[in-house]
């Protein structure tokens, strides 16, 4: 099955700093990268995702790049903002089609 | 409603008893799914169905979880003889398609579970 291992675990950034965290995948298989943002004692919601096809996407102030060859991909937030305080998951398929693995999560916070 | 929603939002049992969780996915999502998150840790899978069927339960940890979605709709995790280890926070979230790597999964607010 899939691995997904997230680096750092926890990241503290002062307010207009930029945020990057690093995901890895054992599977060559997975073609769909998600990053889902949780909030304390909330559900997790996508932010941004990125397709095989492509190596960076962009939405505002957060990007997803990815390399395949490598098996990795990473999410960069510029001009962080205290809203950004989060904890944040990668996933990735593997050959599934349905199911994702999620990494560990990176504890982020922004201080004002 | 118009996100999943999940009851009971916590749930505190003794050792050894049997617990329900419940799932109402968003209407017309006809994939769902359970997934389990510890304390620090990433959502973990657990089971898939599309429809009213299990397409893969390949991550219950043992034959003490069970889940079921007999109309293809509402969905419940039952746990039998429940352990301390079983407390976690339970997840279940929704697709309009069940394939992980075109749709967003959109998840409920979870039921935390806590085994005394």
């Known amino acids: 099955g899939e691995n997904v291992e997230q680096h750092p675990s926890t990241l503290s950034v002062q307010e207009g700093d930029s945020a990057v965290i690093k995901c890895t995948y054992s599977?060559?298989?997975?073609?769909?990268f998600p990053w889902y943002k949780q909030e304390l004692g909330k559900r997790p919601q996508l932010i941004i995702d990125?397709?095989?096809?492509?190596g960076e996407k962009k939405d505002q102030r957060i990007a997803v790049t990815l390399n395949k060859t490598a098996k990795h991909f990473s999410l960069h937030i510029t001009e962080t903002q205290p809203e950004d305080s989060a904890v944040y998951f990668c996933?990735?398929?593997?050959?599934?089609?349905?199911?994702?693995?999620f990494g560990k999560g990176t504890l982020l916070t922004v201080n004002p | 409603g118009a996100g999943v929603s999940q009851t009971p939002s916590n749930k505190v049992t003794e050792k050894g008893k049997y617990v329900e969780l419940r799932c109402d996915p968003i209407?017309?999502?006809?994939?769902l799914y359970w997934y389990r998150q510890s304390l620090g840790q990433g959502p973990e899978f657990l089971i898939y169905?599309?429809?009213?069927?299990?397409?893969?339960d390949s991550g219950l940890p043992n034959d003490r979880f069970f889940a079921v979605r007999p109309e293809g709709s509402v969905s419940t995790l039952k746990i039998q003889r429940t352990e301390r280890g079983d407390s976690a926070v339970y997840l279940c979230?929704?697709?309009?398609?069940?394939?992980?790597?075109?749709?967003?999964?959109?998840f409920g607010e979870g039921s935390r579970l806590t085994v005394l």
């Open positions: 979230a929704s697709s309009f398609s069940g394939r992980a790597n075109t749709g967003e999964l959109f």
């Open positions: 599977d060559s298989a997975s073609n769909y």
């Open positions: 990125i397709r095989s096809n492509v």
């Open positions: 996933a990735a398929p593997g050959g599934s089609n349905y199911k994702l693995t």
């Open positions: 209407s017309g999502h006809t994939a």
């Open positions: 169905f599309q429809g009213t069927g299990a397409a893969d």
